[in-house]
């Protein structure tokens, strides 16, 4: 550790991502010569390829703008690199490097030959034009392009693209390479997307959480649920959780959070979906809309008691007093949607309050895992139904689900970050030794 620190000098993102495997991987290698030998745990903390390019643009005003845009190609060794791409002011090159490096475990846990990386610009998409989004998106895949392929690299969405962006994103790279290719996942149905895709990674995070709570025999039903954000993964995790006869009490964004003590049900969260896809309005409007309902500026919604709490927004959002509160208020489960939400100092709180918590690149998995079967159905040439695609996803999330206990059961409670970190590393170390040193 002391090495990535001293390699990466700021990056507290990734030093942090790296931390939390490392703990576990040492302990399961330590009597394992062969990874010693091959100095695998070294390798796999530095990224294949790091690109960072200019991307200049003109908004609607004719100023020139500049943003700065990165593809962070992490570890190939199991498929070609995949991985979402990120609009955010927020996003460094350390960002971009945590969530290609968690990208490499979660791949490998959907049991799909998919690889890790990760892609983004400092660009923010609030408050600009269709026609600025559109400018930006084709001189960000202007660059892009050379470095990506169906066989090489495939991004997706992320934080700041959806599917307004990556239709932008598609059509510049057909135009530039006269090519109809799955380069790009969580495409239009109209354009080669696969039914499912925009639900995946919520519902996929209910179901993980679903498969913790069975293991222990308790279920969705009746309990109450806490989530943040508002965005793809907050709006479709409050649909399963609802569905399953659960109820959520909060959803926010970077202003703030709404507290709806009736619960959000389907019609608030069409109503939350449209505000956010469409009018591209702020959470705050959700209290205005809905007797009842509270907003709180500048809060997080950690301190609103609870069963059941999904961060489905931003990396290090919820610390370690907020997961004292969690507990504290009798929380049973937590289950990530977004990439690394909680700080180190929190999971431990989790891990020491013997709770079941499951990590994002296990709890989240669900998303790309979609995005491999839209890889898969383009290859083939064909859509398989919405029927299909949800058994599918189901039956990925148990697998994965599975897989973690495996690796992380210790009587009767299971360390779902272990076991999703050994599970995940095993499969992409096992490659790499397969390919010597390279
Ligand atoms: P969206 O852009 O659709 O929504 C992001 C949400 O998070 C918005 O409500 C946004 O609020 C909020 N948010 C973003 N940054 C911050 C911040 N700094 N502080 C507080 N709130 C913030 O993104 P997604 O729903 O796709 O992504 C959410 C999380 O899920 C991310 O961590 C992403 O990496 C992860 N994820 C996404 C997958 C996918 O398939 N889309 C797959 C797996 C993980 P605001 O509008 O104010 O910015
Ligand atoms: O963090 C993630 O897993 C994503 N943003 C989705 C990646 C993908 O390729 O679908």
Same mark, same amino acid.
């Given at each position: 550790m002391e090495g990535v620190q001293r390699r990466n000098p700021g990056q507290t993102e990734f030093i942090q991502a790296v931390q939390e495997v490392a703990q576990d991987i040492f302990d399961f290698i330590e009597d394992k010569e062969e990874y010693h030998e091959a100095q695998i745990l070294r390798r796999i903390a530095e990224p294949e390829r790091v690109v960072s390019f200019r991307v200049c643009w003109e908004d609607d005003n004719h100023n020139i703008r500049v943003q700065r845009g990165w593809r962070v190609q992490n570890n190939n060794a199991i498929g070609p690199y995949k991985g979402g791409i990120r609009f955010h002011p927020s996003v460094t090159e350390s960002v971009l490097k945590f969530l290609a490096f968690e990208q490499t475990f979660k791949n490998s846990l959907t049991g799909l030959p998919m690889g890790g990386g990760k892609g983004g610009a400092n660009f923010n998409p609030r408050g600009k034009s269709d026609s600025e989004v559109m400018r930006f998106c084709q001189s960000f895949m202007t660059e892009l392009y050379r470095h990506? +392929?169906?066989? &090489?690299d495939v991004p997706a969405g992320d934080i700041g693209v959806g599917a307004r962006e990556i239709g932008y994103m598609f059509g510049q790279y057909k135009r530039i390479t006269n090519r109809w290719e799955g380069v790009l996942t969580g495409k239009g149905m109209e354009y080669g997307g696969s039914q499912m895709r925009p639900e995946a990674t919520g519902y996929g995070a209910v179901y993980f959480l679903q498969n913790m709570l069975k293991h222990s025999g308790q279920e969705i039903e009746d309990r109450t649920a806490v989530i943040s954000g508002s965005g793809n993964v907050a709006t479709h995790a409050a649909e399963k959780i609802t569905q399953l006869g659960g109820k959520v009490l909060t959803l926010s964004d970077s202003g703030g959070f709404i507290h709806d003590p009736d619960g959000i049900d389907q019609e608030k969260i069409n109503w939350v979906k449209e505000l956010k &896809?469409? =009018? =591209? +309005? =702020?959470?705050?409007?959700y209290a205005d809309e809905f007797g009842g309902a509270t907003y709180h500026e500048g809060e997080r919604p950690w301190n609103v008691k609870c069963d059941l709490a999904l961060p489905c927004a931003t990396q290090n959002e919820l610390n370690e007093d907020e997961a004292k509160t969690l507990v504290g208020n009798g929380v049973v489960a937590v289950s990530e949607g977004a990439n690394m939400p909680t700080t180190l100092d929190g999971v431990k709180v989790f891990h020491d309050a013997k709770i079941m918590y499951g990590p994002g690149k296990a709890a989240n998995a669900g998303g790309v895992a979609v995005s491999g079967l839209e890889m898969s159905q383009n290859s083939e040439r064909i859509s398989w139904n919405h029927e299909r695609l949800g058994e599918m996803l189901t039956e990925l999330m148990e697998g994965i689900h599975g897989k973690c206990v495996e690796y992380g059961e210790q009587g009767k409670y299971v360390d779902y970050v272990k076991g999703a970190n050994i599970a995940g590393f095993k499969k992409v170390a096992d490659a790499m030794l397969a390919f010597g040193v390279v």
């Open positions: 990506i +392929g169906p066989d &090489t &896809t469409v =009018r =591209r +309005g =702020r959470i705050s409007e």
